[in-house]
């Protein structure tokens, strides 16, 4: 290849090449190139590659020099050069005349002159005014001049769209600018909606569009498509600094929706730009919105919270005042150029903007900074147990009646019942006896009514003391093994466990037989509460002896919770689960609410352990329907949405992890935060939250959540699941299109996956990178991404995977256009060949498909014989593993080379069991029909080629 060619092939990939800086670099790159060889030629191809490059890539003030060169050449040669450049020219007019605006040490006069320039060869050429007249009117805007604006705006709108004009997008974008600057949002409205309504080619939309229309939206009341128009737009344009006008106005929007929170996360993603910008104009309306935003949390008592960048960190309320006195600054500048006080006016109307609306949620999990606390989500208590106690009922009667109670389970009538003996007798008064059991009753309702085990360890000590004084054991050791287990719980083991023990001794010896049970029961409690699990397990064995002989009937299914509790702990989940089923349908027949909830939940921490989903979700399901602690109902909540979020009932849990967000949220340390969380609850549950919408089809809240949960799983030192959150909003990312965020998380992933460990997920990685590089075209890229995860997987020992990703490396080397390197890979993909296994499905279908990619390879290299022989046997290999289209496909292409090959009989012969066998209407049966007629006039039979293209609709 000549240098001349070299360059010209440079040129032709600019075109084709993403905006940013490394379109800018090749772009110079391309000029230097072409200057070194001194040609105007390829001088004036390489700038006018170059100009769009920098007015698209985020130095507008470059592309100044190369147009300048540009048309200074085009005006000495112009028979050199052709039409189109001429309307590349014409067209590059308007990059110049918008920008000069926005550079203060520009003189007016300058832009005018190009203007005038500008309608001049419009004139001459015989084309519309209507690009002229639209940039006239971009002047008057800047200035302020509303009378001429109007005046332009109303040329601009009679005249004539044509070639030069801006897309059927980026021009009614302009006009709802000129409508919004009115406080005509209805009129703007109305002229943006069918343009969104219709199909947007251009690549500044329909994000352009969408931001302009935001403030209209918001004005007018259309809350959900001010919502929806700054989220669809926003995304598009943070990626590039040449968006930094639309940036500047999603942080605005943020100011005037009570969204502070959020445009502070925005300024700080963007704060670097400000010493990048691509004008001065960009830069002072960007300072103003932020400065808004500052401002405004200032306001709100956040002043001193720290804001990132680059130079340190500053307060909010510091860089308030600094970016505030910038955009002033600026502002001054461009108004002393033009000789107005408009830019002035507009920036001064930013930075003390008042919001529009109190509040709009911009996402499904935001909250505004003075959000009220949610609420636990538990349902309503049940009634209180109301009894009915004869006044004549005395002391000791009463005091039965709660023992009644107590020991046969019934402990809310018990709890009711000692709320009527603190009325009528808890003054004092009782004989010692009496206060005992007073104590001992008091003791249970403060631990297991109200959960205030201190105040139940102060009775407990009582009442025991007073029964040791009585000399009445049973009592004594019932009420000791309790207060034993209540100090475990506290904290204080070294006390309470003998306790209980010295207890259990004496009541499983020497006590009454319906006690033994429970002080088994209370002994693993205590041991459980120590973690010391085996010795519990071996107390249930002893309490569930007993159990039969308790008068409280809800005792065997108590033991066996106790069992399956234990069971967990120790690891043996499976028959965790059989004792937990075991206390549930108990608990459940005998309608006793608070133990079906317990084994109900133990029951599906179990069945999610032992992957058993469906049923560890219809457990949960049953523990929140008779749940009463909000706390516990929200973890229950929340180990159902996690279930479900990754299946067809995605959309069920939606609204219950949002809330569980909201949740986490209030429990973690308040105020605003300027980077994540590190709260790793709500991390997760925005993980789990990210996995739903996805599967639910909400793409875009999706991607949101997962942005929201990569940091903060971080941040709570979990790499695991961030590199997992990665990958989730990797493929979201693809889903969604956005293929640069999803092929910078992949790469992010190869690096953080480093390791032998992680190799396999490594090479995926890789290879789903080089997967949406194919089809995007960039097929050298591709092809070296697809070697990646083969030498990967290579060192993983995964033989056909590595088969797979050097198959499609040469395949896409070959479409990359160097056939060479592509049959040298195909080799490098046969000599994986020999580890395959020969008759697993998995094996068989990777080696038919290199088959027939081997010879697509080879067709590109022009070895058509070797192609064809390639293809020998591919088909029944297909046929084999039901991969019935794939064989036809396999035929269909052997009837292409035979055609090729001259052969059209044999051709003819292949293509007409294909055609046959091909689905009516499909993409397949229309090939097999085209290339049967090409075999068809090859041997001179138009007529039979006719009937075909007839019966089937192709054009001749």
Same mark, same amino acid.
């Given at each position: 290849?000549?240098?001349?060619?070299?360059?010209?092939?440079?040129?032709?990939?600019?075109?084709?090449?993403?905006?940013?800086a490394?379109?800018?670099?090749a772009?110079?790159?391309?000029?230097?190139?072409?200057?070194?060889?001194?040609?105007?030629?390829?001088?004036?191809?390489?700038?006018?590659?170059?100009?769009?490059?920098?007015?698209?890539?985020?130095?507008?003030?470059?592309?100044?020099?190369?147009?300048?060169? $540009?048309l200074?050449?085009?005006d000495?040669?112009p028979? /050199?050069?052709?039409?189109?450049?001429?309307?590349?020219?014409?067209?590059?007019?308007?990059?110049?005349?918008?920008?000069?605006t926005?550079f203060?040490?520009?003189?007016?006069?300058?832009?005018?002159?190009?203007?005038?320039?500008?309608?001049?060869?419009?004139?001459?050429?015989?084309?519309?005014?209507?690009?002229?007249?639209?940039?006239?009117?971009?002047?008057?805007?800047?200035?302020?001049?509303?009378?001429?604006?109007?005046?332009?705006?109303?040329?601009?709108?009679?005249?004539?769209?044509?070639?030069?004009?801006?897309?059927?997008?980026?021009?009614? *974008?302009?006009?709802?600018?000129?409508?919004?600057?009115?406080?005509?949002?209805?009129?703007?409205?109305?002229?943006?909606?069918?343009?969104?309504?219709?199909?947007?080619? $251009?690549?500044?939309?329909?994000?352009?569009?969408?931001?302009?229309?935001?403030?209209?939206y918001?004005?007018?009341?259309?809350?959900?498509?001010?919502?929806?128009?700054?989220?669809?737009?926003?995304?598009?344009?943070?990626g590039?600094?040449?968006?930094?006008?639309?940036?500047?106005?999603?942080?605005?929007? $943020?100011?005037? *929706?009570g969204?502070?929170?959020?445009?502070l996360?925005?300024?700080?993603?963007?704060?670097?730009?400000?010493?990048?910008?691509?004008?001065?104009?960009?830069?002072?309306?960007?300072?103003?919105?932020?400065?808004?935003?500052?401002?405004?949390?200032?306001?709100?008592?956040?002043g001193?919270?720290?804001?990132?960048?680059?130079?340190?960190e500053?307060?909010?309320?510091?860089?308030?005042?600094?970016?505030?006195a910038?955009?002033?600054?600026?502002?001054?500048?461009?108004?002393?150029?033009?000789?107005t006080?408009?830019q002035?006016?507009?920036v001064?109307?930013?930075l003390?903007?008042?919001?529009?609306?109190?509040?709009?949620?911009?996402?499904?999990?935001?909250?505004?900074l003075?959000?009220?606390?949610?609420?636990?989500?538990?349902?309503?208590?049940?009634?209180?147990?109301?009894?009915?106690?004869?006044?004549?009922?005395?002391? =000791?009667e009463?005091?039965?009646?709660i =023992?009644?109670?107590?020991?046969?389970?019934?402990?809310?009538?018990?709890?009711?019942?000692? /709320?009527?003996?603190?009325?009528r007798?808890?003054?004092?008064?009782?004989?010692?006896?009496?206060?005992?059991?007073?104590?001992?009753?008091?003791?249970?309702? %403060?631990?297991?009514?109200?959960?205030?085990?201190?105040?139940?360890?102060?009775?407990? /000590?009582? %009442?025991?003391?007073?029964?040791?004084e009585?000399?009445?054991?049973?009592?004594?050791?019932?009420?000791?093994?309790r207060?034993?287990?209540?100090?475990?719980?506290?904290?204080?083991?070294?006390?309470?466990?003998?306790?209980?023990?010295?207890?259990?001794?004496y009541?499983?010896?020497?006590?009454?037989?319906?006690?033994?049970?429970?002080?088994?029961?209370?002994?693993?409690?205590?041991?459980?509460s120590?973690?010391?699990?085996?010795?519990?397990?071996?107390?249930?064995?002893?309490?569930?002896?007993?159990?039969?002989?308790?008068?409280?009937?809800?005792?065997?299914?108590?033991?066996?919770?106790?069992?399956?509790?234990?069971?967990?702990?120790?690891?043996?989940?499976?028959?965790?689960?059989?004792?937990?089923?075991?206390?549930?349908?108990?608990?459940?027949?005998?309608?006793?609410?608070?133990?079906?909830?317990?084994? %109900?939940?133990a029951?599906?921490?179990?069945?999610?352990?032992?992957?058993?989903?469906?049923?560890?979700?219809?457990?949960?399901e049953?523990?929140?329907?008779?749940?009463?602690?909000?706390?516990?109902?929200?973890?229950?909540?929340?180990?159902?949405?996690?279930?479900?979020?990754?299946?067809?009932?995605?959309?069920?849990?939606?609204?219950?992890?949002?809330?569980l967000?909201?949740?986490?949220?209030?429990?973690a340390?308040?105020?605003?935060?300027?980077?994540?969380?590190? =709260?790793?609850?709500?991390?997760?549950?925005?993980?789990d939250?990210?996995?739903?919408?996805?599967?639910?089809?909400?793409?875009?809240?999706?991607?949101?959540?997962?942005?929201?949960?990569v940091?903060?799983?971080?941040?709570?030192?979990?790499?695991?699941?961030?590199?997992?959150?990665?990958?989730?909003?990797?493929?979201?990312?693809?889903?969604?299109?956005?293929?640069d965020?999803?092929?910078?998380?992949?790469?992010?992933?190869?690096?953080?996956?480093?390791?032998? =460990?992680?190799?396999?997920?490594r090479?995926?990685?890789?290879?789903?990178?080089?997967?949406?590089?194919?089809?995007?075209?960039?097929?050298?890229?591709?092809?070296?991404?697809?070697?990646?995860?083969?030498?990967?997987?290579?060192?993983?020992?995964?033989?056909?995977?590595?088969?797979?990703?050097?198959?499609?490396?040469?395949?896409?080397? /070959?479409?990359?256009?160097?056939?060479? %390197?592509?049959?040298?890979?195909?080799?490098?993909?046969?000599?994986?060949?020999?580890?395959?296994?020969?008759?697993?499905?998995?094996?068989r279908?990777?080696?038919?498909?290199?088959?027939?990619?081997?010879?697509?390879?080879?067709?590109?290299?022009?070895?058509l014989?070797?192609?064809?022989?390639?293809?020998?046997?591919?088909?029944?290999?297909?046929?084999?593993?039901?991969?019935?289209?794939?064989?036809?496909?396999?035929?269909?292409?052997?009837g292409?080379?035979?055609?090729?090959?001259?052969?059209?009989?044999?051709?003819?012969?292949?293509?007409?069991?294909?055609?046959?066998?091909?689905?009516?209407?499909?993409?397949?049966?229309?090939?097999?029909?085209?290339?049967?007629?090409?075999?068809?006039?090859?041997?001179?039979?138009?007529?039979d080629?006719?009937?075909?293209?007839?019966?089937y609709?192709?054009d001749?």
């Open positions: 290849m000549t240098d001349e060619a070299r360059v010209r092939e440079m040129i032709a990939q600019l075109w084709d090449m993403p905006y940013g490394a379109h800018i670099a772009a110079e790159e391309a000029v230097r190139h072409a200057d070194a060889l001194d040609s105007a030629d390829l001088g004036f191809h390489a700038r006018m590659a170059a100009t769009p490059a920098y007015q698209h890539g985020g130095e507008p003030a470059k592309a100044f020099v190369t147009f300048s060169w $540009c200074a050449e085009y000495r040669n028979a /050199r050069y052709g039409a189109n450049d001429a309307e590349l020219l014409r067209w590059y007019f308007k990059y110049v005349i918008s920008s000069l926005k203060p040490e520009v003189p007016l006069d300058r832009t005018y002159a190009v203007l005038d320039d500008m309608q001049r060869r419009f004139t001459i050429g015989g084309h519309s005014l209507h690009a002229v007249y639209q940039y006239r009117w971009v002047v008057a805007n800047h200035l302020g001049d509303e009378a001429a604006a109007d005046e332009w705006y109303a040329k601009w709108s009679a005249a004539a769209r044509d070639e030069n004009s801006d897309c059927a997008g980026c021009d009614p *974008t302009s006009k709802v600018s000129h409508l919004v600057s009115r406080g005509c949002d209805e009129e703007a409205v109305a002229l943006g909606e069918p343009v969104l309504a219709g199909q947007l080619g $251009c690549r500044e939309q329909p994000q352009s569009i969408l931001t302009e229309l935001m403030l209209p918001l004005r007018t009341g259309r809350l959900d498509e001010a919502r929806d128009a700054h989220r669809r737009a926003y995304r598009t344009v943070r590039n600094v040449a968006n930094m006008g639309d940036v500047n106005q999603h942080i605005h929007f $943020c100011g005037v *929706t969204n502070e929170v959020r445009g996360e925005l300024i700080e993603r963007h704060l670097d730009w400000l010493d990048r910008a691509p004008t001065p104009l960009t830069a002072m309306y960007f300072a103003a919105a932020a400065g808004l935003v500052l401002r405004r949390l200032t306001e709100a008592g956040h001193e919270v720290p804001v990132r960048r680059a130079a340190g500053i307060s909010v309320a510091a860089l308030a005042d600094d970016l505030a910038h955009a002033r600054d600026l502002a001054q500048k461009f108004d002393e150029r033009n000789r006080t408009h002035s006016r507009k001064a109307e930013w003390t903007a008042e919001p529009i609306v109190d509040y709009l949620p911009l996402t499904a999990t935001a909250r505004p003075s959000a009220p606390p949610v609420a636990d989500a538990a349902p309503a208590e049940p009634a209180p147990v109301v009894v009915d106690v004869p006044e004549s009922t005395t002391v =000791d009463l005091l039965d009646m =023992d009644h109670g107590y020991s046969t389970g019934d402990e809310r009538r018990s709890f009711a019942l000692v /709320r009527v003996f603190a009325e007798f808890g003054a004092g008064g009782l004989a010692d006896d009496q206060a005992a059991r007073w104590a001992d009753y008091q003791a249970g309702g %403060a631990a297991n009514e109200r959960g205030d085990l201190a105040e139940a360890e102060r009775l407990w /000590r009582e %009442a025991v003391r007073l029964y040791t009585l000399d009445l054991p049973d009592r004594r050791y019932t009420a000791s093994g207060l034993g287990l209540t100090l475990c719980e506290l904290g204080a083991g070294d006390e309470g466990l003998p306790m209980t023990e010295e207890a259990a001794a009541l499983l010896t020497q006590g009454a037989p319906h006690l033994r049970a429970s002080a088994a029961h209370r002994l693993s409690g205590a041991l459980l120590l973690s010391r699990p085996e010795e519990a397990l071996a107390a249930l064995d002893v309490a569930a002896e007993y159990a039969p002989d308790s008068p409280n009937p809800y005792t065997v299914f108590a033991v066996a919770l106790s069992r399956a509790q234990c069971l967990g702990m120790l690891g043996r989940v499976s028959e965790s689960v059989v004792a937990a089923r075991q206390a549930h349908g108990g608990f459940a027949e005998l309608d006793h609410r608070a133990g079906r909830a317990a084994s %109900a939940w029951m599906g921490l179990g069945l999610e352990m032992t992957g058993d989903g469906e049923g560890a979700v219809a457990a949960f049953d523990a929140i329907a008779h749940l009463s602690d909000g706390r516990v109902i929200a973890d229950a909540r929340r180990h159902r949405a996690h279930l479900l979020a990754a299946t067809p009932r995605a959309a069920e849990v939606i609204d219950d992890l949002v809330e967000v909201a949740l986490a949220e209030e429990r340390p308040v105020g605003v935060r300027t980077g994540p969380r590190a =709260d790793l609850p709500s991390a997760q549950i925005r993980f939250l990210a996995v739903a919408y996805r599967h639910a089809g909400r793409l875009l809240d999706a991607a949101e959540i997962a942005e929201e949960a940091p903060a799983l971080a941040a709570a030192e979990r790499p695991d699941l961030a590199d997992r959150c990665r990958y989730l909003l990797a493929s979201i990312y693809r889903d969604m299109g956005e293929t965020g999803a092929l910078a998380l992949f790469d992010q992933l190869t690096v953080n996956l480093d390791g032998f =460990d992680n190799a396999p997920a090479g995926q990685m890789h290879e789903e990178a080089a997967e949406i590089l194919y089809r995007l075209d960039r097929d050298g890229e591709a092809a070296a991404r697809f070697l990646a995860a083969a030498e990967t997987f290579r060192a993983s020992g995964l033989i056909l995977d590595e088969l797979r990703t050097r198959r499609m490396s040469a395949l896409s080397l /070959r479409w990359a256009g160097d056939p060479e %390197a592509a049959v040298a890979r195909l080799e490098e993909a046969d000599a994986c060949l020999s580890g395959v296994p020969v008759d697993e499905p998995p094996a279908w990777e080696r038919a498909m290199l088959g027939y990619d081997g010879a697509r390879v080879l067709l590109g290299a022009d070895r014989d070797d192609a064809l022989a390639r293809l020998d046997g591919v088909a029944a290999q297909f046929r084999s593993i039901d991969a019935y289209a794939e064989a036809l496909q396999v035929e269909l292409f052997v292409e080379l035979l055609l090729r090959q001259g052969r059209a009989p044999d051709a003819e012969a292949q293509l007409r069991p294909v055609l046959g066998a091909a689905p009516t209407g499909s993409d397949l049966s229309q090939n097999a029909a085209w290339l049967l007629c090409e075999s068809l006039e090859a041997q001179g039979r138009s007529a080629a006719q009937r075909i293209r007839d019966e609709g192709l001749a």
